[in-house]
């Protein structure tokens, strides 16, 4: 792979994020008031993202499939919370109450 196409794919990963960001990420803060200075807010795309990239963790994954579910197909406040009462990631811990602490909710490591 040439460095100028791996540039250029680098470049494409951050701009779905950053797409993604000024949309889906203020949408999260507003819907749940993040704690300032918490791992949740630092995270910024790795909310729902794997790192910068576009893959998806549990939790963004499981917005991802209620927002292809809902007619609009675009993310609302009232799809982020019908997943408040489930543990995305599997760690025993229910999103909201990640949330509301500040730890990732697509994250086991994080509770
Ligand atoms: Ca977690």
New binding site residues.
């Given amino acids: 792979m040439t460095m100028r196409l791996y540039a250029t794919l680098i470049l494409a990963a951050f701009a779905v994020c950053a797409l993604a960001s000024a949309t889906y990420l203020k949408l999260f803060s507003q819907t749940y008031g993040i704690p300032k200075d918490s791992a949740l807010a630092k995270a910024k795309c790795a909310v729902c993202h794997v790192g910068m990239t576009k893959k998806l963790n549990p939790?963004g994954l499981a917005i991802d499939k209620l927002v292809q579910a809902d007619k609009g197909k675009k993310l609302t406040a009232e799809i982020l919370k019908k997943l408040d009462n489930v543990d995305?990631?599997g760690?025993g811990?229910k999103n909201l109450a990640?949330i509301k602490a500040g730890?990732?909710?697509?994250?086991?490591?994080?509770?």
């Fill in positions: 939790y995305s990631d760690d811990v990640e730890k990732m909710p697509g994250d086991p490591k994080s509770k």
